[in-house]
């Protein structure tokens, strides 16, 4: 199985536009761009580069998932709790079924691995 390597990911430039996030919460909705790349012998699990530009939204990913903020600046209020400040350099790991508000405050890009 080769090695996948994304040079320079904080600044790659092969992301593909997905649109508008699903649940958005300001106007114009967030747009997001992604790179994915399959996990050769890893099951259902998908990771890859993500990006979104400044806005608000709810969080829909249900399964587990794990994180490291390339660029940028946010802050994510898990249902029930207060608001977190993430930025870029941090690493985060969501338990299954994490539900929250999203709000970018700069162009987010982030690496992640959903863990089905």
Known sequence: MPITIIPQSVTCSDLTDDGPV???LSQPP???????????????NRAGLWECTVGS?????????????LAGECLF???????????????????AN?????????PLRKVYVILQ
């Open 22 to 24: 699903g649940r958005p």
């Open 30 to 44: 967030c747009r997001t761009s992604s790179f994915k790349f399959d996990l050769e012998s890893a099951g259902q």
């Open 57 to 69: 939204y709810e969080r829909q990913v249900e399964e587990a998932e794990v994180m490291h903020i």
């Open 77 to 95: 209020t898990p249902t029930g709790g207060r608001p977190i400040r993430i930025k870029a350099g941090d690493t985060l790991f969501f338990p």
């Open 98 to 106: 994490t539900t929250g508000i999203w709000e970018i405050l700069e």
